[in-house]
């Protein structure tokens, strides 16, 4: 070998020492970079109604910008879902503080938020425009118990031990993170609050919704038992949806028994 090839790989051996060098100084750091995500799998190939993430062996869906508001405000709903079903059992008392978690329009919160004499409804979305839609319903319905609030893709932004009851309807699968986001929703409930998930049956294959916009009820439960709540009821008194209710644990009464 010549001089000048000797010369000409010189430039690559220094990039390989520099690399070597930074592998064995800082091991741990380059395997946390290269390691995947314990929570979350990513892959190329997926459903084209889905991100590619996949959270418990569940792609998680895309989300319905705000430009579908229309569909959640159509004329039909009550006919095709009976959302007033859900208002109904949800047992609310007149003070309760209650987060309708994807509240998109504020359907459901505007229809929540009378039996609240002395409490009030967290309107919480992550889409500042479903927000501004919630403020013009506001002034139109001349209801001010109903609070817009607006959230991120980890976090509800809502107050420590502040919520009695966390509503999510047709939400809950669209959610990017969905364990960050129950962390803080559990941290955001007061001891023996309640969780309700409404998700259309992914039991059904007779359901004419998109499949990752569907859920079993086996999958709801396995993913609300990891962030520590308890679930209580399952009822099925909606055409097409699961109404499946979840507690967070009163520490406090445990310790008394």
Same mark, same amino acid.
């Given at each position: ?9 010189? /430039? ?14 800082? /091991?741990? *750091? ?27 062996? &569940? ?20 006919? =095709? ?32 938020? /009378? ?12 889409? /500042? ?21 607006? *959230? ?26 969905? =364990? ?30 998109? &499949?990752?916009?569907?859920?079993? =009820? ?13 679930? &209580? ?7 097409? =949806? ?16």
């Amino acid at each position: 070998m010549s001089h000048n090839s000797k010369s000409n790989f010189l /430039p690559f051996i220094l990039i390989f020492v520099v690399i070597l060098g930074c592998l064995l100084l800082n /091991p741990i *750091a380059i395997a946390k970079a290269d390691s995947p995500s314990t929570t979350y799998e990513q892959r190329v190939i997926h459903s084209p109604d889905g991100i590619g993430k996949y959270y418990m062996g &569940r792609e998680i869906a895309k989300v319905m910008g705000y430009t579908g508001a229309g569909w959640l405000e159509r004329a039909s709903r009550e006919q =095709q879902e009976q959302p007033s079903k859900i208002v109904s059992v949800l047992n609310l008392k007149p003070d309760d503080i209650v987060a309708d978690i994807g509240a998109g329009t504020g359907y459901l919160s505007f229809r929540i938020a /009378p039996l609240l004499t002395t409490g009030k409804v967290l309107a919480v979305d992550v889409q /500042p425009e479903m927000l501004e839609i919630i403020e013009l319903f506001k002034q139109e319905k001349n209801i001010t118990n109903v609070e817009p609030v607006l *959230a991120t893709l980890t976090d509800p932004n809502l107050p420590f031990e502040s919520v009695d009851l966390a509503l999510m309807v047709d939400a809950y699968h669209e959610l990017e993170y969905p =364990q960050e986001v129950m962390q803080k929703i559990v941290k955001a409930l007061k001891p023996g609050g309640r969780v309700v998930l409404v998700e259309y049956r992914g039991e059904n294959p007779f359901i004419t919704i998109k &499949r990752l916009h569907k859920m079993t =009820q086996k999958q709801v439960r396995k993913e609300m038992q990891a962030v520590g709540l308890v679930w &209580r009821e399952t009822k099925n008194l909606l055409p097409q =949806q699961h109404l499946i209710i979840f507690e967070k644990p009163d520490s406090s009464k445990s310790l008394t028994r």
